[in-house]
């Protein structure tokens, strides 16, 4: 099972590193009871907003030099804006009040523009260069929002960075992702880059220290089934048919039913029919429909995603 694997890395695709969830369930860390979202006001919680003493200067030092509070860039709530000078304010030396903890997710669950996760991006950077913390959380919802965007850049960049930002996804996260990148591809004139960004997030699994498992597999297929051009389909039987080889195929029900359905419309009656005895013969059951939720210490902790 490791000719995937090699082909990956080997084209330089690997360390050259959901579908469209509207949403993420957390329990009580995870920023969500704080949070209220608004399509044209991000409302900052009571207990995020910066004091007043903060930006009653109008231009005020931040680690990236002088910024303006009051003068938010083109595409760019001010909300956000705000949060952002405030947040860079407090990572100088001289600061007394250090950052809000929750200011990541905060942005994250409230970006709506490309131009406002872009802005995330950079606050990334700098709280990760003044080493404050990010959790399995914080890289769940930067999934979220690139994918509710349609924006997969930013966390593609993080993802094949790792040791610049640090951040800490878990299986089910890059397995829902990947799934993005196959729903963005059957939807875009860039299927091929989408197609090989989907190779990229399979092969993370290893950089990260993540076992490869069947939702691994499972999305890596869906994701070349949903692009559905004729090297994703070649892609999807040559991932499919080594996992199946094995004396346990890691492979999902919804997999399956992908080659399946791509083989019908293919007029592979023979194809279909395999794939179809083949969901019989392993048991599979349908994926989990729970929604990712989060430990105290914003750690992931849904059953189901095994």
């Not at 969830?21 to 920023?31: L, Y």
């Not at 993005?180 to 220290?209: C, N, P, Q, R």
Request: with cysteine; proline share 5%.
């Amino acid at each position: 099972m490791h000719s995937i694997r090699a082909q990956v890395w080997t084209r330089g695709l690997a360390v050259a590193a959901l579908r469209n969830s509207r949403a993420v369930t957390r329990n009580t860390t995870a920023a969500a009871k704080f949070v209220r979202f608004n399509s044209t006001e991000a409302v900052i919680p009571k207990s995020m907003q910066p004091r007043s003493e903060e930006l009653a200067q109008g231009v005020t030092k931040t680690v990236l030099g002088d910024l303006d509070a009051s003068s938010p860039p083109a595409n760019i709530r001010p909300e956000l804006w705000t949060m952002y000078v405030a947040t860079l304010r407090r990572l100088v030396p001289e600061s007394t009040w250090p950052p809000k903890r929750r200011v990541l997710h905060w942005m994250l669950l409230n970006a709506e523009t490309r131009e406002e996760l872009d802005l995330t991006l950079t606050l990334t950077e700098q709280w990760r260069m003044h080493m404050l913390p990010i959790t399995q959380a914080t890289t769940h919802l930067w999934s979220q929002a690139c994918a509710r965007l349609k924006y997969p850049e930013p966390f593609m960049r993080m993802l094949l960075d790792r040791w610049k930002y640090r951040q800490l996804p878990v299986a089910q996260t890059l397995a829902m992702f990947m799934r993005f990148l196959g729903t963005m591809g059957a939807e875009s004139d860039a299927a091929d880059e989408l197609l090989d960004d989907v190779f990229k997030v399979f092969a993370l699994y290893e950089y990260y220290d993540i076992p490869h498992n069947a939702q691994a597999y499972g999305a890596l297929v869906e994701a070349c089934c949903e692009i559905n051009t004729e090297e994703a389909w070649r892609r999807a039987l040559v991932a499919s048919e080594e996992t199946l080889a094995e004396d346990t195929p890691m492979i999902t029900l919804e997999a399956l039913n992908a080659l399946e359905r791509r083989s019908v419309e293919r007029n592979e009656s023979e194809m279909a029919a395999r794939y179809r005895d083949l969901a019989k013969r392993l048991d599979l059951k349908p994926a989990s429909k729970k929604e990712v939720q989060f430990d105290d210490d914003s750690t992931i902790s849904s059953p189901g995603f095994d």
